[in-house]
């Protein structure tokens, strides 16, 4: 699928596309000029997401986070979607240009849109762009790499998670800023910040209030991946803290509050019935 030049640099069909190096931070963020497009991840992150691509064939695909616009082209050449729709707070028109051009010129069409000026923190902008979009048409696929900051990546993680279908993915990058080991803190200046993890505990709490919420949460270093379950989610005003706290109200009780009598644990996949 990915054929790689160097450890950094791959091709795929006449694209070139430079990975982040491995020294990048060390050298402060260099600017990259190798390759028509620049992905904003590492060799190993890129191989993780062809195989999610590959094994999810998402047809509807959402992303935070354009920057030099080369996870984009990279999910629209690896998965050909129906639509794929990328969007950041900065306008970047020259790499929306590349963008449409790439699709353009691949046969794509207008199937890629990326859209400038966005905020993720933007609910209402965020919900009328799927509309107009994908109309009622659900998400198969959200990826948010985007500010990496607690309260707008909640933002959209409330207003995009519903859209997704049962069975979606939701991604989360760049979780885990907030536990940089001691002594390599000076690379983050995020310190007074939420941590992001805590979005990643309320996810993993409201999958404990709501168990139809989530049917996979895949905890990796570089990023947390949600499959949606196929259970009902508020289509407005979802918010994710108020189910991991329980205060929504249409958060069913738990069993044992119910009064059912039967302990929560008894006779689940993994707390099996003792025979006998
Ligand atoms: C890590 S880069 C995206 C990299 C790209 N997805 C890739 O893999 O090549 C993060 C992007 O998020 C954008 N961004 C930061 N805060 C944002 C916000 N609140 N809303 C929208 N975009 C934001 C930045 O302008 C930047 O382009």
């Known amino acids: 699928m990915l054929t790689w030049l160097t450890g950094d640099r791959f091709q795929l069909g006449d694209t070139t596309f430079q990975a982040m190096p491995d020294d990048y931070f060390d050298r402060g963020g260099m600017q990259i000029t190798e390759g028509d497009f620049f992905v904003f991840k590492s060799p190993a992150e890129i191989e993780e997401f062809a195989k999610l691509l590959s094994d999810l064939q998402p047809r509807r695909i959402f992303e935070l986070g354009i920057h030099g616009g080369g996870s984009a082209v990279l999910f629209a050449e ?46 209402a902008e965020l919900a009328r762009l799927v509309d107009q979009e994908f109309g009622t048409a659900e998400l198969d696929l959200v990826v948010d790499d985007c500010s990496h900051l607690y309260g707008p990546t909640k933002a959209s993680f409330d207003a995009l998670f519903p859209r997704l279908r049962a069975g979606g993915v939701y991604v989360i990058e760049d979780w885990r800023w907030g536990h940089t080991p001691l002594g390599q803190e000076e690379i983050t200046n995020w310190a007074p910040e939420v941590p992001l993890s805590r979005l990643i505990a309320e996810v993993v709490l409201a999958s404990a209030t709501l168990p139809g919420l989530a049917a996979q949460i895949t905890v990796e270093s570089g990023g947390v991946a949600i499959t949606r379950g196929d259970g009902p989610v508020k289509a407005t ?40």
Do not use: C, M, Y
């Open 237 to 276: 005003d979802f918010d994710i803290s108020a189910l991991a706290e329980r205060a929504e109200p249409n958060a069913p009780a738990a069993a044992s509050e119910r009064g059912s009598g039967r302990s929560p644990r008894a006779g689940s996949r993994w707390f099996p019935r003792r025979s006998g």
């Open 78 to 123: 690896l998965t050909r979607p129906e639509k794929l729709v990328t969007i950041d707070l900065e306008t970047l028109p020259d790499v929306r240009d590349r963008i449409h051009e790439h699709a353009s010129v691949s046969g794509l069409g207008d199937s890629v849109r990326a859209f400038g000026g966005v905020d993720q923190g933007d609910q």
